[in-house]
């Protein structure tokens, strides 16, 4: 495993926790990579939110693909965790699974709490420098 070269892949701004479905996507344009780790901050809670439950998922660009799970964070409902307040870290780590150029990396809000609940999600990512392509779904094109 390479550490140098690593990058935090952060989803766009604006996203909340009290709808659910995908909020965001992103893939590998030329180099794929490993993904290492993934995670939610909390930006804005209000005063019920606990219970939230975020998913990863990967899915194939190809038509009909269907998107797997990578990593479900669901967050405790009971203890000094059981209601997310802002600044919090919900991560998962030690995931280590590649995503090719064709396939996107999806975040989602698998259930939504009530109250206000701002988010910002992010992966840990790493380039895998041994394979720069995916040939099958890319075109290279000369002059």
């Not at 495993?1 to 479905?21: D, E, K, R």
Request: hydrophobic share 40%.
């Amino acid at each position: 495993m390479y550490q140098h070269g690593q990058i935090q892949y952060t989803f766009p701004s604006g996203m909340t926790a009290t709808a659910s479905g995908d909020k965001a996507s992103w893939m590998p344009g030329y180099i794929p990579h490993i993904v290492r780790a993934v995670g939610v901050t909390i930006t804005t809670s209000g005063a019920t939110t606990s219970g939230a439950v975020f998913a990863f998922k990967t899915q194939s660009m190809a038509s009909g693909a269907v998107a797997a799970d990578l990593a479900v964070l669901t967050v405790a409902t009971t203890g000094s965790l059981g209601t997310i307040v802002s600044g919090q870290t919900i991560y998962r780590d030690g995931l280590n699974t590649r995503v090719s150029p064709g396939t996107k990396l999806i975040f989602n809000v698998r259930t939504a709490v009530t109250g206000v609940c701002a988010i910002r999600a992010w992966a840990w990512l790493e380039p895998s420098w041994e394979t720069p392509a995916n040939a099958t779904n890319m075109q290279s094109l000369t002059a």
